[in-house]
């Protein structure tokens, strides 16, 4: 076959671009939650507690005092015992925020709201007011507490603690754009696989039996 | 817990700082990033690299994928002995702090524990039994393959059950030692077993007594544990942790006792004897064949069928030069003190001689063999062949192994071995330069006859203060710390220090790696003690006295110690140490030595720390019975430090 010669378009020289380069948007951090995927198994109570001790250890925390406060909590839908995670969901217009009387509670440009503990009175009407019942208290300094999304960790460029403890994949942690774009992936692949399987169903593949591997146990060891 | 001997992160939940989200799904890292913190032994990062580059996982991946590893697990608070549960216990105390029986976390704990020194005790009294079972049946002559090959061993085992011995036969005594041996794995009365009796010093016979755990049948202890620990029944943490010990007892001074012991009646008593160890024994233009696993009823023969002329010439008909038979685990530790076979490796090596690409057939009973070698084996034209019913792995090819078909089974196994070499992929073996030799087979016997006969040189130097004490040091290995990394620490550490090492499993062969087991090479790191000692008594600073079961062994040397000094062994300026335990059998070890009086330190984190009562039960409480108590402590360095000072307190105490 003889050689084709490449396509080329015609190209403007890079510095004929002149429409003006965005700054980079501040990154509004989430943490998602599939409930999906969640099997129940603590594992991101235990280490949003640990994460919010003292030693950050997970062989010390537990002794110490003050007992050190999980910021979440697993819970279970009534009558399926299926498992539910509630934390705070940052929300866009946070209610907190809103019912706040002395206005500690503040939403960064990163997406992450804070409660300034110091200037918090303690008047519990932020926790009256989260829809999702994600507002704690912390009844020894009689303050407010939530979710911080791991401050400290996020620094270091980590993700939050409960997001590395989850096994399953069940919490997870990025930029709102990059979560959507997650779903939409997640989405769109059992969309095409619904559709592939109705345009071509393909035959169930054979399991490998054990059978051709292993004879029948015999009754004696020696 | 200073020095860092974990190359993951052992920061729980993990800091990993290459999180990424790929599409959906949170992603983890998949390849080893410095495989120089993986270990200290050099073949390991040349073969993780050759793994990783041909898409095989091993062990270390797999613990990666791991991460993070559950809390509650670690913390042992997690109960799933019934179908009410699984429960779990919330350690922060906001949440459940009972499981839905009503356990609170230390009886969780405590019953969770002893469930894995049933688990290890188990295997250890089945190994001991196969090994009883095939010693009466050659007494009664029903078994021609296998025979009782140190006959002053089995006079000495039957003085001390009190088996008339005088003018009768060989086989006679054999037949009454091995129905008083199997009798004590199953009978039903509450007398305390024979062997047990014969071989436990009196001292400790009477503190058990005392404190009511005297084993009565090795079996009916495992029995009693799994019933203890079901729901309904024990809910004393305390009780259940001695209920532990008595089954403890009757796996050190019953089930091991009996392993060894029988061991060395068929297959001889271990002497001094000169090899080598690591994977540069697989030779490249042999027919190399791997024992692995744990009984040396079949490694033995699958070592004599290597030497039939027959086969060693159909391999040189297809091409190779011979057939090379190398160790693997204990088995590999059982043929290499008494056969002087190569040895190729510790534990996490398993998979790695594989990886080699170099060997036709794995051959595997029972313990510590990876599900994962199959995966491995399949990569390469490696035949994996598992040999007992209650060990088969999918993927693996199984012969059955019976000792009244030993040697054809043996033959077989070999044959298919050497007819799988031209199956070989010549460019895909790559077999590690490192190889060393290696003193092994110090068994109690070949030490006594090393210091003439009686033990007084010995004690005389440990009274001199030349050897500051002694360190057992048991156990496996441990994908969650740096591989030999704390073992040889330790030793090193230890003997600079004038504390003579014994030792056993695992540890041997990687102390046998880092040059330890060469006695002028170890004098040469050793204090000046143990210099004098070499000099004086020709006796090395680091003993490699056997496989896992025969720290049996090591048992026996120190209630000879302790009664020749007139003391209890909790007296006796000993320590042992398990760096990087990882088996339920090493539980069961680590829990016989606290049951003989010796403080046990453990470099790996058991799941007990959910619990402040088991855990103080463990490491200060068990003291005060006159038990030894439980050190944890992850860094080598701290650890060796804590060992002298345990074994100066206690010298001083003794006077010394």
Redesign the interface.
């Known amino acids: 076959m003889a050689q084709q010669p490449a396509l080329s378009f015609p190209r403007p020289p890079l510095s004929a671009l002149s429409f003006p380069v965005e700054p980079a948007k501040p990154k509004n951090y989430v943490i998602f939650y599939?409930p999906n995927r969640c099997l129940g198994?603590?594992?991101c109570?235990?280490?949003c507690?640990?994460?919010h001790s003292q030693s950050?250890?997970?062989?010390q925390?537990?002794?110490e005092t003050p007992?050190?406060?999980?910021r979440l909590r697993v819970l279970s839908i009534p009558r399926l015992a299926l498992p539910y995670v509630v934390q705070c969901m940052h929300c866009e217009n946070p209610p907190c925020m809103n019912v706040c009387p002395v206005g500690a509670i503040y939403k960064g440009p990163d997406g992450i709201v804070r409660i300034d503990e110091a200037v918090c009175i303690g008047c519990k009407q932020c926790i009256r007011a989260c829809p999702f019942g994600a507002m704690l208290f912390d009844h020894d300094r009689g303050v407010a507490i939530k979710c911080d999304m791991c401050e400290d960790?996020l620094r270091?460029?980590?993700?939050p603690?409960c997001?590395?403890?989850?096994?399953t994949?069940a919490l997870?942690?990025?930029d709102l754009s990059?979560?959507v774009?997650?779903?939409e992936?997640?989405v769109g692949k059992r969309f095409y696989e619904a559709l592939r399987q109705l345009i071509e169903p393909r035959p169930k593949a054979k399991k490998a039996s054990?059978k051709d591997?292993?004879?029948a146990?015999?009754a004696?060891?020696? | 817990m200073g020095e860092k001997t974990s190359w993951i992160d052992d920061?729980?939940?993990?800091?990993?700082?290459k999180?990424r989200?790929k599409?959906?799904?949170?992603e983890r890292p998949r390849t080893i990033e410095n495989k120089e913190e993986v270990s200290i032994d050099p073949t390991v990062r040349q073969l993780l690299e050759k793994a990783e580059a041909e898409g095989i996982e091993t062990a270390w991946h797999r613990l990666l994928a791991q991460q993070?590893q559950?809390?509650?697990g670690?913390?042992g608070i997690c109960c799933r002995n019934c179908l009410m549960g699984p429960c779990?216990i919330?350690?922060?105390?906001?949440?459940p702090q009972r499981g839905v029986c009503g356990a609170t976390a230390d009886t969780i704990v405590a019953r969770n524990f002893i469930r894995m020194i049933a688990g290890g005790a188990a295997a250890h009294i089945d190994h001991g039994r196969?090994i009883a079972?095939?010693l009466y049946e050659v007494a009664t002559g029903k078994n021609k393959y296998y025979k009782i090959a140190d006959e002053k061993k089995l006079i000495a085992i039957a003085q001390r059950l009190g088996v008339p011995t005088e003018g009768r036969d060989i086989m006679e005594i054999a037949k009454d030692v091995a129905e008083i041996a199997l009798r004590d794995f199953g009978k039903q009365d509450s007398e305390l077993p024979a062997f047990v009796k014969a071989y436990a010093t009196k001292r400790r016979l009477e503190l058990w007594k005392k404190l009511g755990v005297l084993p009565r049948a090795y079996d009916r202890e495992v029995t009693e544990v799994m019933h203890r620990t079901h729901m309904g029944v024990d809910a004393d943490p305390l009780n259940i942790l001695l209920g532990g010990i008595k089954l403890a007892i009757a796996d050190g001074w019953g089930g091991s006792m009996v392993a060894t012991e029988f061991s060395d009646v068929l297959f001889g008593t271990p002497k001094p004897l000169k090899s080598v160890v690591n994977l540069g024994v697989l030779k490249e233009d042999y027919v190399n064949i791997i024992v692995h696993g744990h009984i040396p009823?079949l490694s033995a023969k699958v070592v004599e069928a290597a030497r039939d002329p027959e086969l060693v010439k159909l391999a040189q008909d297809l091409g190779a030069k011979g057939i090379n038979v190398v160790g693997m685990c204990c088995t590999g530790i059982e043929v290499l003190q008494r056969l002087g076979v190569p040895m190729a490796g510790n534990m996490l090596q398993q998979e790695l001689a594989i990886v080699t690409g170099a060997v036709e057939a794995t051959v595997v009973d029972v313990q510590c063999i990876m599900p994962s070698l199959a995966n491995v084996a399949r990569c390469y034209h490696t035949k994996l062949i598992?040999t007992?019913?209650?060990a088969?792995i999918?993927?693996?090819?199984?012969v059955?192994?019976?000792?009244?078909k030993a040697d054809e089974v043996a033959r077989e196994i070999v044959k298919m071995a050497v007819e799988n070499f031209p199956n070989r992929a010549k460019e895909r073996v790559m077999i590690p330069k490192e190889r060393i030799e290696l003193w092994a087979g110090f068994s109690v016997e070949a030490l006594l006859e090393h210091l003439g006969g009686t033990l007084d040189p010995f004690l005389e130097a440990v009274k001199r203060g030349d050897i500051r004490g002694v360190v057992g040091i048991v156990g496996c290995n441990n994908p969650k710390v740096k591989h030999d990394y704390s073992h040889v620490t330790i030793t090193k550490e230890l003997i600079k220090n004038d504390v003579l090492v014994v030792g056993t499993g695992c540890w041997a062969t990687a102390a046998g790696k880092a040059g330890l087991l060469i006695p002028e090479k170890a004098v040469e790191m050793a204090g000046p003690g143990l210099k004098r000692v070499y000099e004086e008594l020709k006796l090395p600073p680091v003993i490699h006295m056997g496989s896992c079961v025969d720290n049996s062994r090591i048992l026996v040397l120190l209630g000879a110690v302790a009664d020749a000094l007139g003391v209890d062994i909790n007296q006796l300026p000993v320590v042992g140490s398990a760096p990087e335990a990882y088996s339920e059998k090493a539980v069961s070890i680590g829990t016989y030595f606290l049951a003989a009086g010796v403080d046990v330190h453990l470099g790996v984190?058991p799941p007990v720390?959910?619990s402040?009562l088991v855990t103080d039960i463990l490491t200060k409480e068990a003291e005060k019975f006159g038990l030894g108590r439980l050190i944890v402590e992850t860094d080598p360095h701290a650890a060796a430090k804590i060992m002298l000072d345990i074994i100066d307190e206690k010298r001083k105490k003794l006077g010394i």
Request: proline share 14%; aromatic share 16%.
């Open positions: 599939d198994c603590w594992n109570y235990l280490a507690a640990v994460e950050k250890d997970l062989f925390a537990i002794h007992k050190p406060m999980p960790r270091e460029g980590l993700p603690a997001v590395e403890a989850c096994p994949g997870r942690f990025g990059e979560i774009r997650g779903r992936q997640e054990y591997v292993v004879p146990p015999s004696r060891w020696y | 920061k729980w939940p993990p800091r990993n700082k999180f989200m599409g959906p799904v949170y993070p559950c809390g509650f670690l913390l779990r919330d350690p922060f105390g906001y949440g196969e079972l095939v009823l598992t007992i019913p209650i088969k999918p993927g693996s090819v199984y059955e192994f019976t000792p009244e984190i720390y959910g402040d």
